[in-house]
């Protein structure tokens, strides 16, 4: 008997139109995207085009305006806010440009953010961070805090904060962006070797054609729909 897999990331006719009553910008028109798990998939586009929107729908930080979205066979359209987040928690990893590292904390800190929030045990807690940490190749680097910390460590923390909960999808919007090249290549090698290794799927969103060329799938968003490279 053959498995069926569910998507992970079933959108269907996403719309998304801000400021609707006044001066309507529609910025994404009858998006449809199916992700399958374990798959990689990279979202390229000019400035403005509106990836970073497709990116906070598709991991249920923003509502579309029309359409449906459903994760890993959950269909979010009747949940509420408290719901969203709860499902993000446990099943979303976010990696962005810009790392947003408390400057305070120290990179287990950081990464053990998420479990911090829900409560958990600061034994755990660590133990957990520890083991992201050694993920992403920052053991020895666990009690610097990020001023202590390069370009490239300081985003391997973020990564390391985005898996802490064993996400089933990694949302990654420029995730090298802010980084020289030989860093930034660094960092997406590391995001595919998570995806081989854990079976996380991966969607990137990127300027960077090198980085786009080695996902299963490159998509490019224009004129409000994705367009197959």
Do not use: Y
Request: hydrophobic share 40%.
């Amino acid at each position: 008997m053959t498995d069926i897999k569910i998507p992970i990331i079933n959108a269907r006719d996403i719309s998304r139109i801000f400021n609707p009553a006044t001066k309507p910008l529609s910025v994404l028109q009858g998006l449809d995207l199916e992700i399958m798990p374990g798959e990689t998939i990279a979202i390229t586009g000019v400035s403005g085009s509106g990836k970073s929107t497709l990116l906070q729908i598709l991991g249920c930080l923003d509502r579309p305006s029309a359409g449906s979205l459903e994760i890993d066979g959950q269909s979010t359209r009747s949940l509420s806010s408290h719901d969203l987040a709860g499902l993000r928690n446990n099943k979303i990893g976010f990696v962005f440009q810009f790392h947003h590292l408390l400057p305070e904390f120290t990179a287990w800190e950081n990464a053990a953010l998420p479990l911090l929030i829900r409560g958990t045990g600061l034994k755990e807690a660590r133990e957990k961070s520890q083991a992201a940490l050694e993920r992403v190749g920052l053991t020895d680097r666990a009690e610097h805090k990020p001023n202590e910390l390069s370009g490239g460590e300081q985003q391997r923390v973020a990564i390391a904060r985005a898996l802490i909960n064993s996400p089933r999808i990694l949302l990654a919007d420029e995730p090298t962006g802010n980084l020289d090249r030989a860093t930034g290549q660094n960092v997406a090698q590391l995001l595919w070797e998570l995806n081989q290794n854990t079976g996380i799927a991966l969607v990137i969103v990127t300027h960077n054609q090198e980085i786009a060329q080695r996902a299963q799938r490159t998509m490019e968003l224009k004129d409000g729909k994705l367009w197959i490279k």
